[in-house]
């Protein structure tokens, strides 16, 4: 970013268009691409083997067809996972979500019974796991779940995002 005098929005303008080829912009392609494994295989589905692309999405996004050779100069390309894969992992994530909706339903009459009683509060797996603490086992993405931020952890008996 520095050395190009560039910000966020140029830099994934050229990450996004098919015609870049600088060097560096291709190793952030490829550092998204080990993020991306690395968070479902962190979720487990290690079923899909996604192969992201260069996709136009929609072009019509609302827009009349009066206006749209005005609001769009270039095309919508997007580095993305192909459509089926996207629809797979969001029905998948929709499926989580919903279990542990039931999960957290189940066990609010639990906590509801317990208040009052004294509780020591600690981190939780996630938040040792992000600390580096514990011996979690991460498959070998220990470096890209740390360096991308993500909040993975060990539940039980399967892998979490996003739930200390």
């Not at 050395?3 to 015609?19: M, V, W």
């Not at 999405?57 to 996972?81: H, N, Q, S």
């Not at 992000?130 to 991308?148: F, I, K, M, Y």
Request: charged content about 35%.
């Amino acid at each position: 970013m520095v050395r190009n005098n560039q910000g966020l929005t140029a830099i994934y303008n050229r990450f996004h268009d098919p015609e870049e080829e600088d060097p560096e912009i291709q190793k952030l392609r490829d550092l998204h691409d080990a993020m991306d494994r690395a968070v479902l295989d962190a979720y487990g589905w290690t079923d899909l083997r996604p192969t992201c692309t260069f996709l136009l999405d929609d072009e019509d996004d609302g827009i009349d067809e009066e206006t749209a050779g005005k609001a769009r100069k270039k095309k919508p390309w997007r580095y993305r996972f192909p459509d089926d894969v996207r629809d797979e992992v969001l029905a998948r994530l929709l499926a989580l979500n919903q279990e542990r909706a039931a999960e957290e339903k189940a066990a609010a009459p639990m906590a509801e019974a317990g208040k009052g009683a004294s509780k020591k509060k600690g981190r939780g797996g996630m938040a040792r796991f992000c600390a580096g603490e514990g011996s979690e086992d991460t498959g070998g993405h220990e470096e890209v779940l740390r360096a991308g931020a993500l909040g993975v952890g060990r539940d039980g008996g399967g892998w979490v995002l996003g739930r200390p």
